[in-house]
């Protein structure tokens, strides 16, 4: 789950899609333990540093998932990954992959996650040669919702009582996904 030879950083005007390191614990932590951001992704609020320094090790130091840097600010603002493999829930094939994303509170509404999605969604279809993209929301987080219209991601079905495992709960998880051809229609438009 380290992150390999092949790791890439991707970029827009401004943001920089780069790898975690070890020293980003500090504001992950500041991020982090606000427990918006867990409720809505899914996880617990991180509860010191040392534990966002864990989860930077054992979670999101992995290949295809970025920190998200604001340039200007030189420090990052969340997160965009893709899932491939065993690591996604909602894929069928080989030539699937599932997106996943969240953003700091602070950082809400200013469209960083669409733009980073997008960079990521060129990458998935042009570099990976991924044919369907995947994404999820739970019931109620309509920013989430909004994120993946902006991006082209289309609905497909409802997961009722979706097992939330790092929250002992179930709730109902709304799945969209984007197709290569879906993409390629939107003139490869950014979300």
């Known amino acids: 789950m380290k992150i390999g030879d092949n790791f890439m950083n991707l970029e827009t005007d401004r943001l920089l899609l780069r790898a975690w390191k070890t020293a980003d614990a500090d504001l992950l932590y500041e991020y982090a333990k606000d427990e918006r951001i867990g409720n809505w992704c899914g996880f617990p609020a991180h509860k010191s540093v040392e534990d966002s320094k864990n ?14 840097e604001l ?40 469209g960083i996650i669409p733009e980073a999605t997008s960079v990521l969604i060129r990458h998935a279809f042009e570099d990976l040669k991924i044919k369907t993209l995947w994404c999820g929301y739970y019931d109620g987080n309509n920013n989430s919702k909004r994120a993946m219209e902006k991006c082209g991601f289309k609905f497909h079905h409802i ?4 097992a939330v495992k790092l929250l002992n709960t179930t709730r109902d998880e709304y799945v969209s996904n984007l197709t290569y051809d879906m993409w390629k229609e939107n003139n490869r438009k950014t979300c």
């Not at 603002?77 to 894929?91: E, H, M, R, Y």
């Not at 509170?105 to 200013?110: D, I």
């Not at 997961?159 to 979706?162: P, V």
């Open 55 to 68: 989860i930077i090790a054992n979670v999101l130091m992995c290949d295809e998932n970025y920190a998200v």
């Open 71 to 110: 340039k200007e600010e030189n420090k990052f603002v969340g997160n965009v990954s893709l899932k491939l493999g065993d690591n996604a829930s909602f894929i069928e094939s080989e030539d699937e992959a599932e997106i996943g994303y969240w953003v700091a509170v602070p950082y809400w509404g200013r």
């Open 159 to 162: 997961i009722r009582d979706a």
